[in-house]
């Protein structure tokens, strides 16, 4: 394009070329609601332009090819879900949304090997729709809210509740359209007819997957994803803690556990306010505009089934396994002071109807009963953003990050929400931090909050491992090693791949280089 | 470089540079066999011109940095053990080898969360001696040999036989020098401090770890690894199959006790040939030129403790835990018609020195017992190669490739001897080439028909997994969707990171530019 072309005329030129491409129906120019941020306070924030549908590969090849042709970047989403970190807004507002909901298709589901191939679209409401349609005999792995996509949760590492909770690890084999519009699959897709695509993660050579996940170097179009045997029993267990004091000593006994598989899911840890959350609203407890005092929380811990925090966890396997595991983890954890241990159990392999929500997305059933956390505030309108950070899962480190997020975030007014997914060596902890929308004065302060944490965190050794639309730039910035090494070499890769910087600006603060100065 | 600058004269000027920054007793020029592929035929084969052994990153960065000054190629091996695939020899005769023997020291090891990070010169044998003398109730993960290095084993996709037997899979956190001397850390290890880096495995943003695996774009120099604690209760077990024509319905039968979890480890399986090279030569059985017959085979398969398959496998855990799975898999697999099922059982945490093999190995103790396989036909300079493939767990393909791997050997004349190690949802079948060094003729012979057996494998699906250095070319040549769009990939990223192509030409088929053409 001549140099000299103003944006606005470059959009509008690129317009009409993608409605030639994919139909002018899947073009849309209103109503994009749908494809900003769901909690963003009022204003200008990070809106698109249009939002492109298309339905096939060979559609997202000609809406890149459209993009490098006419310099009009697009921003890729699978589903736009992944709500408390931007959903699928693009981060230069104004530009093209590339949205993948369309390309729907469960392509195959393996019963022998426990693997799936699926579109980004599909949704995991809609791989388990499929899954049970076809009398599949396998379970699959859901974050707390069904309605995001597969591939996009996975490429954003996002994490499950079973014993294949760990999606982005979980996943084998990728189908990628570059952002030249070239197709490359990874792993042993590498071959024209492969046998082990699904089965086997790598190829002959490097393993590409890893940089197309939380990047903006190509378009997943197609992924491997994990599935599981029913098992004979499946046991959801809950632990409760009433003393705050034995928090650290609780993650040190749970840790070993983790590590040698006692515990084969990924349980979540929640402190007293999130439990309450995934059950009403605060104003019963209280309704002070400060942040909820030490004896409105005890007296939440208090309640029967609640505690100062509480994990969810599950066993699944053959009977006499998990009843050893059972006992086991009882003694463990009911040993430690103000601790209890309950279990429920089913057969996993003839489901009763599960109408806990924690059950469910432990079982792998889709939910969308958890988004009642977010309604806190009141309302129906509520909103949360995450501050979500790896470390040990240890007691020092549980007890440090606990008492940094609550500090800034109760000097601020606002509650700590806390929520820890546990992995085999790392948790995640989440404060999730939860406003009224319609609050606007509340919406600010709450992303000022979440900012605000990142650096102190940073400065004990704790990165964060997802980060929302409004701070990819702080976040990257603090992966400080060697002069910020990570954003550099992501800087060469996004050069050399996507040279005109079409495909999703400023994803995990990675600029093309005409925009890494004056980025927007 | 002036380019009229001749290769020789290039190489001699940068040897004193290498000596300036390294030491001259560091640059050896000399007897350098040990650095070579170690079952070579004779003649012109993949030979170093100075083979360099820095001790530091520094020292590794000065390294690169001389070579590119100077445009002489450097090939990059830790240990150069991997002796199946080449050793530490490179496939450009006459260039330097950067070998990181040097580089050997066990640098943390992190009881609680059950890592270490290492070096890339610590061999297997060094970390189990370094755990053993500092007390450390760990155990770690070996492949068949110990004396190759943890990190070049695992960034080979090497395998080991523990339940953290992919030993890729179970990496953490990467040091890496790029090919310009620039230090890039992976994950949590992009923050300039980490408490995080050998647990959680991404950073917030793209993963690069598997970019450094099988590839020539970087010099890993640290690298975390899994270990696992000592189990309550470790027992080893084997399964021998007298009928070969049971052998497909065993693997189905396997499958899903390896999905499952059932058997934790990763087992190995090995033909009548492959099992009895463990134990001695060739000659008490057969004494003929050609293709060891069946009635032989049977004749070794009727000797107790063998079977026409045998495959060896472990568990471990609490002794409830593992006596309800021996239970379940003496009954599954023992229900094959000729099948039998015996199992060894130790304390893990106070284990007995273990005399067999097969036991120490799939206990991580490192060992070099079964370098025997390769004296199979006589003397002390046995020698192998192997043509290792991926594909699903079962019967189907299993018998596809043996029939596949056993014909076109046995029209040559060589042993059809098998090594199949089991992962969760895939096998690598490892077609174990044995060859007397000492009779040219028959090496020759196991190099041709190794590679006579790779597009036969690719037209039925399955691709290799790793490649011997004298056909990685060929190998990639059949990873061959969309027009090779893995190796167009791998060399727009080789041009990228490495313009003047100094580092390890040729790795897996991936050339530098101004070698694409006319490769060496």
Redesign the interface.
């Known amino acids: 394009m001549d140099a000299t072309t103003t944006r606005v005329d470059r959009f509008d030129g690129a317009i009409a070329a993608m409605e030639a491409a994919i139909g002018a129906e899947h073009v849309l120019t209103r109503d994009l609601e749908d494809h900003c941020d769901p909690f963003a306070p009022e204003g200008d924030w990070y809106r698109p332009g249009a939002v492109l549908m298309p339905k096939s590969v060979e559609e997202v090849q000609a809406i890149l090819r459209i993009a490098n042709e006419h310099d009009t970047p697009v921003w890729a989403s699978s589903q736009g879900r992944n709500k408390g970190y931007g959903g699928g807004a693009p981060r230069v507002s104004g530009t093209f949304v590339l949205s993948l909901r369309r390309m729907n298709r469960v392509l195959e589901v393996d019963e022998?090997?426990?693997?799936a191939l699926v579109e980004p679209g599909v949704r995991f409401f809609d791989l388990y729709d499929h899954l049970r349609q076809t009398g599949s005999k396998l379970w699959m792995s859901v974050p707390d809210l069904g309605g995001g996509s597969v591939i996009g949760n996975s490429l954003e590492?996002g994490l499950g509740y079973t014993p294949i909770g760990d999606h982005?690890?979980q996943h084998?084999g990728m189908e990628v359209v570059?952002p030249d519009g070239?197709?490359?699959?990874?792993g042993?897709?590498?071959?024209?007819?492969?046998?082990?695509w699904l089965?086997?993660?790598?190829?002959?050579?490097?393993?590409?997957?890893?940089?197309?996940?939380?990047?903006n170097?190509g378009v997943v179009t197609k992924m491997g994803v994990?599935l599981?045997?029913a098992?004979e029993v499946y046991a959801p267990g809950w632990f409760t803690l009433g003393d705050e004091a034995q928090f650290g000593a609780f993650l040190d006994v749970l840790?070993?556990m983790m590590?040698?598989?006692t515990i084969?899911n990924q349980p979540m840890i929640t402190n007293a306010v999130c439990a309450a959350s995934a059950f009403g609203e605060r104003k019963p407890w209280y309704d002070g505009t400060d942040a909820i005092p030490e004896e409105v929380l005890d007296r939440i811990a208090a309640t029967p089934g609640f505690g100062r925090w509480v994990m969810r966890f599950a066993l699944y396997?053959?009977a006499?396994?998990v009843a050893?595991?059972r006992a086991?983890i009882t003694a463990a954890l009911g040993a430690i002071p103000s601790g209890a241990v309950t279990f429920d159990q089913f057969d996993g392999r003839d489901l009763p109807e599960l109408t806990n929500p924690h059950h469910r997305v432990q079982a792998g059933i889709p939910s969308m009963a958890l988004d009642q956390m977010t309604r806190w505030y009141g309302g129906e309108e509520g909103g949360h953003i995450g501050f979500s950070c790896?470390?040990?899962?240890?007691g020092k480190?549980g007890t440090a990050i606990r008492d940094l997020a609550r500090g800034l975030l109760n000097e601020r007014g606002l509650d700590y929400s806390a929520a820890i997914i546990v992995?085999k060596?790392?948790m995640?902890h989440v404060a999730l931090v939860v406003f009224d929308t319609k609050n606007e004065a509340q919406t600010r302060d709450a992303y000022a909050a979440t900012k605000a944490m990142l650096e102190p965190a940073?400065?004990?050794?704790?990165?964060?491992?997802?980060?929302h639309l409004d701070f990819m730039d702080e976040?990257?910035a603090?992966?400080?090693?060697?002069n910020n090494?990570?954003?550099r070499?992501?800087e060469?890769?996004k050069?050399?791949?996507d040279p005109n910087g079409i495909l999703s600006p400023g994803k995990?603060?990675?600029w093309p280089a005409r925009l890494r100065q004056d980025p927007a």
């Open positions: 022998e090997n426990c693997v590492h982005f690890g084998c570059l070239e197709i490359l699959r990874t042993m897709g590498g071959m024209a007819n492969p046998h082990n089965i086997y993660p790598h190829s002959c050579g490097p393993s590409w997957d890893g940089i197309f996940s939380q990047s170097f994990s599981f045997p098992p840790r070993p590590i040698d598989g084969p396997g053959d006499p396994v050893h595991n086991k790896a470390m040990p899962i240890s480190d992995g060596r790392s995640v940073a400065k004990l050794g704790y990165g964060e491992y997802r980060s976040v990257a603090l992966y400080d090693f060697n090494a990570q954003r070499f992501a060469r890769i050069d050399c791949l995990q603060g990675i």
